[in-house]
């Protein structure tokens, strides 16, 4: 029996005396869901969805990406959820993957085999490596979960892994990014199977940060039940009304920034492998309803609103990335003036283009100016 009705908000609650901001510490929470249920699983949508994501973390240097991540290496560590190493070959990380094979029992005892592996990384281009194509079409090949996958060695010739199942959870900034990763795969096969999760700040100011006391041990506990869920998620008609006048609305509730065109693709995909996590969350029956889709897709939007940040380092735009950290600025104080703004970032970005910045945010809907009528300020508010 579990402690907490909900998992993620105790986990939020836990860690709420530290200066991570919530969407960090929301997706972690759903990152160490995703890695106790394992391949063991999943939801029917023309074929079986399992619940792994690519959840990566990414912000300028400071915004405490390592300390919303750290809790959740503890808990997982106390359940003995196998964890990939930081640095990897791509034929060390097939090793690391065929020797997590286990076999589970599901509920109505049909057996099922799997590789399951978790990449927990608070600097996840260390784990990318330089460039590495190889290892990042591997990423992408194994993000669906084959039942099998075939592969040749050097010496003993035809090989497979059965139950193929990766999850990871990490950490990193916009400019390493594009450093570790080619520009083929930003915005491309790879990037559009990860959640980036963006910040530009902490989210307070905690000269003491410490976890709820004796929180940990059930925290832990209640992984525990949740890792015993398997089988399928069962979804209901009043998700399904909703979930398809959204699908059916062609993202009409995102952004139109190229940089995210392979990612809008896969929205729904995302949509749904994250109602499984907060299903997971809040029940033990694995229903997936029209409650689980209003949160899920709730945290979405809020995540998919920050999301271009990780791309602020992708484009020919010099003021690229200032523009993403001014824009989340807006959008956390909903409204400012320019005065506040330049002098706040004046060492990184001269008044001209700052007046540029924000034209173009308001070209593109994202914000108001209105001039003040004494002096040459400017009141910014979010649309």
């Not at 979930?243 to 062609?250: G, I, M, P």
């Not at 809907?365 to 649309?383: F, H, M, W």
Request: proline share 2%; with cysteine; aromatic share 10%.
């Amino acid at each position: 029996m579990r402690h907490y009705k909900n998992f993620i908000e105790a986990y939020l609650k836990y860690t709420d005396n530290t200066e991570p901001s919530t969407l960090y510490r929301t997706w972690v929470a759903v990152g160490i869901i995703n890695a106790v249920l394992q391949r063991k699983c999943y939801h029917v949508h023309s074929e079986k969805v399992y619940t792994n994501e690519y959840i990566v973390l990414i912000g300028p240097s400071g915004c405490r990406k390592g300390t919303a991540m750290r809790p959740a290496s503890s808990l997982l560590q106390s359940l003995g959820i196998t964890i990939a190493p930081n640095a990897v070959t791509r034929r060390s990380i097939m090793s690391e993957l065929e020797s997590a094979n286990s076999i589970t029992i599901n509920k109505d005892n049909t057996t099922n085999q799997s590789c399951a592996l978790t990449v927990f990384s608070e600097e996840i281009t260390v784990f990318f490596g330089a460039k590495d194509i190889q290892l990042m079409q591997l990423l992408i090949d194994w993000y669906d979960g084959h039942d099998q996958w075939d592969y040749k060695t050097e010496h003993a010739g035809n090989a497979s892994i059965k139950g193929v199942w990766l999850n990871i959870i990490g950490a990193t900034t916009p400019d390493l990014l594009q450093e570790s990763l080619p520009k083929s795969v930003l915005g491309g096969g790879l990037s559009s199977r990860i959640v980036f999760v963006f910040s530009s700040r902490k989210e307070k100011i905690i000269t003491r940060p410490s976890y709820e006391e004796n929180m940990e041990e059930l925290l832990a506990h209640d992984l525990g039940e949740i890792h015993q869920l398997s089988g399928e998620f069962k979804i209901t008609d009043d998700f399904f009304a909703l979930y398809d006048k959204w699908y059916q609305a062609n993202h009409k509730d995102f952004t139109k920034d190229s940089r995210l065109d392979k990612y809008r693709e896969r929205r729904s995909l995302h949509l749904r492998k994250l109602c499984m996590s907060i299903s997971a969350s809040l029940r033990d029956d694995m229903i997936i309803d029209a409650n689980i889709f209003n949160i899920a897709i709730d945290l979405l939007r809020k995540t998919e609103a920050l999301m271009i940040g990780a791309y602020s380092q992708v484009g020919k735009d010099p003021t690229a990335y200032m523009q993403t950290i001014i824009l989340d600025k807006i959008k956390t104080e909903r409204k400012t003036t320019l005065k506040d703004i330049y002098k706040q970032y004046f060492f990184d970005i001269s008044m001209e283009d700052l007046t540029k910045i924000l034209i173009s945010l308001e070209t593109r809907e994202e914000i108001s100016l209105v001039k003040v009528n004494s002096g040459n300020d400017l009141i910014i508010e979010k649309i």
